[in-house]
């Protein structure tokens, strides 16, 4: 079992910035792939961006890319997600979520989730 505790989420502002952490606890949590989803009200959840065991290789939504940065530090237990320029379509409940598989884009290739936190992006 892995518990997962996301924190960081607030209102912002467009084009202000915010860092979410995901702090990890139970089985070791090197041994995952780690990933950041949202899921903004009346949507699906989707993917934002993902982080390999070592954190050599990430990935991420294009509609992201360029402005949200992952990043991991596995002595902490914690993976982060860095966020820049944000705009009001960023609002979103934020999860983090490990995954025993590479680049993994699919909610259902994650076995552990957070409760989630909520960034809400102002105009």
């Known amino acids: 079992q892995v518990q997962l505790v996301e924190s960081g989420g607030r209102l912002v502002q467009a084009g202000g910035s915010l860092r979410l952490s995901c702090e990890a606890s139970?089985?070791?949590?090197?041994?995952?792939?780690m990933g950041w989803f949202r899921q903004a009200p009346g949507k699906e959840r989707e993917f934002v961006a993902t982080?390999?065991?070592?954190?050599?290789?990430?990935y991420y939504a294009g509609s992201v890319k360029g402005r949200f940065t992952i990043s991991r530090d596995n002595a902490k237990n914690t993976v982060y997600l860095q966020m820049h320029s944000l705009k009001p379509e960023d609002t979103a409940v934020y999860y983090c979520?490990?995954?025993?598989?590479?680049?993994?884009?699919?909610?259902?290739?994650?076995?552990?989730w957070g409760q989630g936190t909520q960034v809400t992006v102002s105009s």
């Open positions: 979520a490990a995954s025993d598989r590479y680049q993994a884009v699919v909610v259902t290739n994650y076995a552990y």
């Open positions: 139970g089985r070791t949590f090197s041994s995952y792939a």
């Open positions: 982080i390999s065991w070592g954190g050599g290789s990430t």
